[in-house]
C-alpha cells in the first residue's frame, strides 16, 4: 500500500460541510480569508480554488448566483473578462508560469464540477510540472501552503481598482 501524507486535507474532513453554494460569498467578507477570496469586484470576484490542479489555481467568477454563460448581463461578463486578464498579469508576475490554462466547463456533461455557480479557472503551468507522480501515481504534487499562496498573491490582488469599465 502506498501513502501519501497530506495532514491539511484533515481541516477538510472535520469541519462541517457547506449546505449552500460554496462559490456564493458572505455579504460583507467576514469569511473572505478562510475561505481564499482574493479580490472582490462590483459584479465578480477572484478565489482560489481549494483543491488545485497546480499552485496558484485560481477562479474568476461572477457574484450572481447564475450556472450560464448567457444568463451573464454585460457587466458581469465585462467585469469578469478584466479579472481574468488581471489574474493573469498577478500570476505571471508572482508565480513566473510558462503557460496559464483557462478553462470554463457548464454543465455536468462538460466536465463542471460545481455546475450551479458558473466559474472560470486559471491555472498556471510549467513545464514538467506534472512530472511522473500524476501519470503513474495518479498524484498531483502541490509545493506550496495555500496559505502560502494566498500571503504572496493577495497584496497584488489588493492593490487593483475596481474595475475600470463602466458597470
Known sequence: ??????????????NPKPD???LCLSEHGEDDAQRLVLYRG???FVIMNKF?????HLM???LR???DLTELDQEEGAEIFWLLQESTRILR????????????????????GIREHLHVHLVPRWNGDASFMTPICQIRVIPEHLAA??????PHFAALPLCPLPV
Do not use: D, F, Q
Open 52 to 56: 488545485p490542479y497546480t499552485n496558484g
Open 20 to 22: 449552500a453554494c460554496i
Open 1 to 14: 500500500m502506498r501513502t501519501l501524507w497530506a495532514p491539511w486535507r484533515m481541516e477538510y474532513i472535520l
Open 149 to 154: 499562496t494566498r500571503a504572496s498573491l493577495l
Open 60 to 62: 474568476v467568477a461572477p
Open 93 to 112: 508576475h508572482s508565480c513566473r508560469p510558462e503557460g496559464v490554462n483557462i478553462g470554463l466547463n457548464m454543465g455536468e456533461a462538460a466536465g463542471a
Open 42 to 44: 462590483r459584479k465578480a
Open 65 to 67: 448566483h447564475v450556472a
